[in-house]
């Protein structure tokens, strides 16, 4: 099969179609890129293989008969089935979990891919594949709705890019008044009401908002947080970013701020909300490439021109 | 009157005693030096003038008379009496405090000082005046259980100086089950039942801890404790860094760890515990200087044979 893989470079190659070992086998459809995919090309997690974690596709194989044919997305996280996260059928947190085109398991970016069968979700018929290619990255975003409260928070929204858009369009949902701060007019044109932007260029910080959420990628993103929280505020953190951040601690010990990592969601509540119609995340496509141009699409997911960069695989 | 001062350099000098403008004028009989000091005397906030802010004294004038006489211990973030903070008689982060020896007010390193009256306790006969000048950091140590529920949380406590020693008696007494790694056997030593005690040099981090406390003055403490605490686990800074922290934040968010700063406690709640003889903070006293030794306290302070300094004033 067709693969996109990473090993010092990105390239195409042809690879054999994984072994199921009691994993479902699954036909990927469409996979999208993120900024994780990126870091990974610049050494970040030292991964090796094919890239890819977002993705849809149909079971070709499973040991389920009921899955078999079915349209499915599937969490990333693939844990040991028998530690306590796993027993409370949480497996993002087992120590020796893979994560699907991250760590220790080949990705999405390839014609077939294999998960175990509890990591997937049938996506109704209404759940178009553009939109269920969108779920990982949603669910990713509805991850801080279940770490926080919230509700009435007045919150600032770092960055304008794919994962700060699906932020703004799910914390107004659970109640957040929210603020985004973006470099690119033309990304800030791109977030709904109700949630406000701003340009970063004119940004003046305050103290003022309870909640700070970085998820510009940028080291300057969270000096930014920083300085835009109320003493005792919180900074969600969902970037990784490969460098360094050089943090001065005094500041979040003297005004006694809360930082909090925030990585992957819950599919059920992601595909819920588009199911639902109470957001369409799909307008973040920007571009859209064949697997056999996956080189070209890394290079595209790079532009000013980018958000969500999509591979039609089959 | 005599006071310590610093204006770039540490000095014993001659100021006039402080005017009182509606607040208490206190002679100061009692002094510690607190890391924050150090600090200050490199740099640290950028303030000039008296340092010190752990104190016990006797009330000389006073709007309320019945005070007047009295033993106090004060808490030493005055606030402006006006704003969201203060109306809810919480001026530790009052936008506009001034804090005692730190920001904007003349410090205890001196004959005499003066503070808002609602800012103090009068201290119990019991109550000695060495475990008196010690209810400011033991109250800072307080503070992380008015944060968070410690009870039952496995819990590292990452230094042995004063702050720690006295975060290694409170957590206890609110269920946390408290390891704590330090560098100094002799410290290690003063460390009470039932916390346990590490030496740093054996120290293999294994993510294992509920929460950590960095409690060592030192950046490396943080990545210390980043290592030691399990997926979703807490990191509390009690240290405020003159140096820049580098935090490599990937790990913040892959794993999600909540990052906590922690400041100033209730006097009230660590002077019960003193008066209650839930704990006896007065073994953490090394050193006792005459205020006119101040230079030489501080010099003291700094020694490998040092945990807390007191400044005899009066």
Redesign the interface.
Same mark, same amino acid.
């Given at each position: 099969m067709k693969a996109l893989v990473f090993d010092g470079e990105l390239r195409l190659t042809d690879i054999p179609i994984p072994e199921r070992n009691g994993e479902a086998l699954i036909r990927v459809t469409h996979a999208g890129i993120c900024n994780t995919d990126i870091e990974l090309v610049k050494g970040?997690m030292g991964f090796n293989g094919v890239l890819g974690h977002e993705f849809v596709g149909r079971v070709e194989a499973a040991e389920n008969a009921a899955l078999i044919g079915k349209r499915v997305v599937g969490e990333i996280n693939a844990g040991c089935g028998k530690c306590e996260?796993c027993g409370a059928k949480d497996p993002r947190?087992c120590?020796i979990r893979t994560v699907l085109g991250i760590a220790g398991r080949q990705g999405a970016f390839a014609e077939y891919l294999t998960l175990p069968e509890s990591n997937l979700l049938i996506v109704p018929d209404t759940v178009s594949d553009e939109a269920a290619v969108l779920i990982e990255p949603l669910a990713a975003a509805c991850r801080i709705t279940e770490?926080l409260d919230v509700n009435g928070l007045a919150t600032l929204i770092i960055g304008d890019g794919k994962l700060a858009q699906l932020i703004a369009r799910v914390l107004p949902l659970s109640g957040a008044r929210c603020d985004l701060l973006g470099k690119h007019a033309w990304k800030r044109d791109r977030v709904p009401l109700p949630c406000k932007t701003m340009a970063l260029d004119d940004y003046e910080p305050s103290?003022s908002y309870d909640l700070a959420v970085e998820a510009s990628g940028s080291?300057e993103g969270?000096a930014t947080a920083r300085r835009s929280v109320r003493?005792?505020g919180t900074i969600v =953190?969902?970037?990784?970013? !490969?460098s360094? =951040?050089?943090?001065?601690? !005094?500041p979040?010990?003297?005004?006694?701020?809360?930082?909090?990592?925030?990585?992957c969601g819950r599919f059920e509540q992601a595909l819920s909300l588009v199911e639902d119609r109470k957001l369409d995340p799909t307008d973040l496509i920007t571009h859209r490439f064949a697997l056999e141009q996956g080189v070209e699409a890394f290079v595209a997911s790079r532009g000013s021109d980018a958000m969500k960069v999509i591979l039609e695989i089959a």
């Amino acid at each position: 099969m067709k693969a996109l893989v990473f090993d010092g470079e990105l390239r195409l190659t042809d690879i054999p179609i994984p072994e199921r070992n009691g994993e479902a086998l699954i036909r990927v459809t469409h996979a999208g890129i993120c900024n994780t995919d990126i870091e990974l090309v610049k050494g970040y997690m030292g991964f090796n293989g094919v890239l890819g974690h977002e993705f849809v596709g149909r079971v070709e194989a499973a040991e389920n008969a009921a899955l078999i044919g079915k349209r499915v997305v599937g969490e990333i996280n693939a844990g040991c089935g028998k530690c306590e996260k796993c027993g409370a059928k949480d497996p993002r947190h087992c120590e020796i979990r893979t994560v699907l085109g991250i760590a220790g398991r080949q990705g999405a970016f390839a014609e077939y891919l294999t998960l175990p069968e509890s990591n997937l979700l049938i996506v109704p018929d209404t759940v178009s594949d553009e939109a269920a290619v969108l779920i990982e990255p949603l669910a990713a975003a509805c991850r801080i709705t279940e770490q926080l409260d919230v509700n009435g928070l007045a919150t600032l929204i770092i960055g304008d890019g794919k994962l700060a858009q699906l932020i703004a369009r799910v914390l107004p949902l659970s109640g957040a008044r929210c603020d985004l701060l973006g470099k690119h007019a033309w990304k800030r044109d791109r977030v709904p009401l109700p949630c406000k932007t701003m340009a970063l260029d004119d940004y003046e910080p305050s103290r003022s908002y309870d909640l700070a959420v970085e998820a510009s990628g940028s080291p300057e993103g969270f000096a930014t947080a920083r300085r835009s929280v109320r003493p005792q505020g919180t900074i969600v =953190l969902k970037s990784t970013y !490969a460098s360094k =951040l050089h943090l001065n601690a !005094a500041p979040i010990v003297v005004d006694e701020v809360t930082v909090l990592g925030s990585r992957c969601g819950r599919f059920e509540q992601a595909l819920s909300l588009v199911e639902d119609r109470k957001l369409d995340p799909t307008d973040l496509i920007t571009h859209r490439f064949a697997l056999e141009q996956g080189v070209e699409a890394f290079v595209a997911s790079r532009g000013s021109d980018a958000m969500k960069v999509i591979l039609e695989i089959a």
